[in-house]
Nanobody, 129 residues
Framework: QVQLVESGGGLVQPGGSLRLSCAAY????????IGWFRQAPGKEREGISC????????KYADSVKGRFTISKDNAKNTLYLEMNGLKPEDTALYYC??????????????????????WGQGTPVTVSS
């Protein structure tokens, strides 16, 4: 059974940094495209970064490009999101998700893992002074 467990969220001041982790169980990270999503209060869930299962290439939403870095440790079967230069508008619930039908090359960050995919429970990030 596929399971994703996020951790690392918290309260941070503007300009600060956080590293989110997503431990994966029941599959190996190289098998499927996997990524990070976030949902701010009153807003739709949005994809912010993903790693392709085909070649390990990465994609970033314009809102986080240059500030966030996605990576994975295959030995630990864990996905990470390093977040620097955090802004109040980054405040959201952050999720990792994967889907065997997700093609990073064809679907990009517009894809929302569905019935064949899996989501973590989310970890909250609050950026505030």
């Amino acid at each position: 059974q596929v399971q994703l467990v996020e951790s690392g969220g918290g309260l941070v001041q503007p300009g600060g940094s956080l590293r989110l982790s997503c431990a994966a169980y029941g599959f190996t990270l190289d098998a499927w495209t996997i990524g990070w999503f976030r949902q701010a209060p009153g807003k739709e869930r949005e994809g912010i970064s993903c790693i392709s299962s085909r070649d390990g290439s990465t994609k970033y939403a314009d809102s986080v490009k240059g500030r966030f870095t996605i990576s994975k440790d295959n030995a630990k079967n864990t996905l990470y999101l390093e977040m620097n230069g955090l802004k109040p508008e980054d405040t959201a619930l952050y999720y990792c998700a994967t889907d065997p039908l997700w093609s990073a090359e064809d679907d990009g960050l517009a894809y929302l893992p569905g019935v064949f995919g899996s989501w973590g429970q989310g970890t909250p990030v609050t950026v505030s002074s």
